[in-house]
């Protein structure tokens, strides 16, 4: 069974599309996807703090100016 950090909030699909910026449908695509992690309680989606800063981390990308 994996470990579960009790410091890692478990955030909501809301909360998750707002600190992204994109709708709810989003986010839940991403779930369905495997894209983005996420717990299932009962009806809900919780998904894990660092679960979704490393998926935009990994997505991140590194404009180079030119000169």
């Known amino acids: 069974m994996p470990e579960i950090d009790m410091a890692d909030p478990l955030l909501?699909?809301?909360e998750v599309a707002e600190r992204m910026r994109v709708s709810n449908m989003t986010v839940y695509r991403l779930i369905k996807s495997g894209q983005l992690a996420a717990i299932r309680v009962g009806k809900n989606y919780r998904l894990r703090g660092n679960d979704v800063e490393q998926y935009l981390a990994d997505r991140a990308v590194?404009?180079?100016?030119?000169q």
């Not at 590194?62 to 030119?66: F, G, N, T």
């Open 12 to 14: 909501t699909v809301s």
């Open 62 to 66: 590194r404009v180079r100016a030119d």
